[in-house]
């Protein structure tokens, strides 16, 4: 039994042109990496194929120890509604409900408890009752990030969480994520531009020339 919680193998994607080829990858519980490189280096692409939402041209990839491409859309659906974590630049949150009830969207789908704990770290505790709408794009971020760690994810993969955020707001972003994947035997994929962001994991790889390359 693989204590990897994902690994890639061989993994090559292409559009109209090659994007990356025989990319290799793993990451285990409690660990936390970052993928830098330029816009259009396929980073958003590769994070996809990692997190169900892409099948690549070539390749395997193993998550929570299922060939994830071989599954039926049903077990790839329950591995998103109970396993992993998305979470993207931009909140995705339900328009007209209030930062409670968006969070309740996710636990009630995957039987869970809403974490006060991670509320107050977020520091967002006190906007519950407010409508997405009455809050900050910052709030709105923390109460999307709220929802996706309510649920209680074995993985997280993150697309530019923080950029959108000031550095203080982005700091505080990246302690809870760390702090939830070391408490939780869970693990971070972080896509990311910003440098800083990036050496707060305890990997760093960079994709370029088609090729993913651990530079920490």
């Known amino acids: 039994m693989s204590h ?9 994607h292409s559009f109209d042109y090659p994007l990356f080829n025989h990319i290799d990858f793993k990451i285990a519980a409690k660990e936390s990496v970052a993928i830098v490189g330029r816009s259009g280096s396929g980073k958003s692409t590769l994070l ?17 120890e299922h060939d994830l491409y071989a599954l039926s859309d049903g077990d790839i659906e329950s591995l998103r509604r109970y396993d992993v974590g998305i979470i993207f630049q931009f909140h995705y ?13 996710a636990t009630m789908l995957s039987h869970e408890q809403i974490d006060d704990a991670i509320l107050k770290k977020l520091e967002i505790d006190h906007l519950m009752n407010h409508k997405t709408s009455e809050l900050s794009g910052g709030e709105q971020q923390r109460v999307s990030i709220a929802r996706v760690l309510s649920k209680k994810p074995r993985i997280i993969f993150a697309d530019e969480p923080t950029g959108n955020l000031d550095k203080e707001t ?18 971070l994929v972080l896509v990311t531009h910003d440098e800083s962001m990036a050496e707060r994991c305890g990997k760093v790889y960079k994709l370029e020339d088609k090729m993913l390359k651990e530079i920490k």
Request: net charge negative.
């Open 4 to 12: 990897f919680l994902l690994e890639a193998s061989n993994v090559s």
């Open 170 to 187: 982005a700091d505080l972003v990246m302690n809870v994520l760390i702090d939830y994947i070391k408490k939780t035997d869970g693990a």
């Open 93 to 105: 949150l339900f328009k007209g409900m209030s930062a409670l009830e968006n969070i309740e969207v």
């Open 48 to 64: 996809h194929i990692f997190s169900t939402f892409m099948k690549p041209i070539d390749g395997s990839v193993s998550l929570l």
